[in-house]
């Protein structure tokens, strides 16, 4: 099974202040949406699998 997931924003795109609070981005939450959307689509071409095995992380 291999999954493509999107570059995430760096840490400092990641977060926003607005006064005392910190609060997701939208580069954050558009990451969030597109990752989850990857990791669906592969469940939902092979079903719902746990991670059994090794889980390598390949950057290109």
Avoid: D
């Amino acid at each position: 099974m291999r999954i493509e997931l999107p570059f995430p924003p760096s840490v400092n795109h990641y977060w926003v202040r607005a006064a005392r609070r910190v609060y997701l981005s939208e580069a954050a939450k558009r990451f969030q949406r597109l990752t989850a959307a990857a990791v669906a689509e592969v469940q939902r071409q092979y079903g719902h699998r746990p991670f059994l095995n090794v889980v390598r992380q390949q950057c290109h």
